[in-house]
């Protein structure tokens, strides 16, 4: 089966500490995606990659960090520098083909820093 | 920037049609998206406008109005299992990665 994979579902981690979110997809897709997800904040952007080695900052891409050396994982470092890093984050891709380009979610995961 | 902007929450009972506006404002326009997403679930998309006009698929239907920078989504012959969050979203300035908004929380009962 294609698809994304987020692990893991659930992230509890102290404040200061580094955390590393994976984002692994089999749809060979050129193009991945990071989102942040809180409670009536819709979906911001973070990072995003259309191509292997390259990557590009979303709105709200201060104190993240992402690397893409493999076309099928993106993963996301939430830095100590991430003020409040507590919320769902969301990976995503797509074939980066733009306009009617559709995004496939993976499940989230949640972190909380405690 | 892309900034856009649809209700916080709306509630319809069973059976009934409910209508999601969506308001955009862009630099550059490749078109709109609705993406659907459950309680702690994952968004999944429904449908996109490129031109201007409706667009049918089942039970949902989207619409675009690129003149006055507006759609809607249409949900006809509501079912509970529509309690969901819906999302519009455009591609950023460069087309490169979509921008949501914050989506509108619609609440079936029966």
């Known amino acids: 089966d294609g698809g994304i994979t987020q692990s893991p579902k659930y992230l509890f981690r102290k404040e200061g500490q580094n955390v590393t979110l994976s984002c692994e997809q089999n749809l060979n897709h050129d193009a991945m995606y990071w989102y942040r997800q809180d409670p009536g904040q819709g979906l911001r952007l973070i990072y995003y990659s259309q191509i292997v080695n390259d990557f590009q900052k979303g709105d709200i891409a201060e104190g993240y960090s992402v690397s893409r050396e493999k076309k099928e994982s993106f993963p996301l470092t939430v830095t100590s520098a991430q003020k409040n890093p507590t919320a769902f984050y969301l990976c995503?891709?797509?074939?980066?083909?733009?306009?009617?380009?559709?995004?496939?979610f993976g499940p989230g995961t949640r972190l909380t820093v405690l | 920037g892309q900034s856009l902007e649809q209700p916080s929450e709306v509630t319809a009972v069973e059976g009934a049609i409910v209508q999601i506006n969506c308001t955009y404002q862009?630099?550059?326009?490749?078109?709109l998206s609705w993406y659907q997403q459950h309680d702690g679930g994952a968004p999944t998309f429904l449908s996109y406008n490129a031109l201007d006009g409706l667009e049918e698929t089942g039970r949902f239907s989207s619409f675009l109005s690129r003149s006055d920078s507006y759609g809607y989504l249409l949900l006809q012959e509501l079912q509970m299992k529509d309690s969901a969050s819906y999302f519009c979203a455009v591609l950023n300035q460069a087309g490169t990665a979509l921008i949501f908004g914050k989506g509108t929380t619609l609440s079936v009962s029966s």
């Open positions: 862009t630099s550059g326009f490749y078109g």
């Open positions: 995503a891709s797509s074939q980066g083909q733009g306009g009617s380009d559709t995004q496939y």
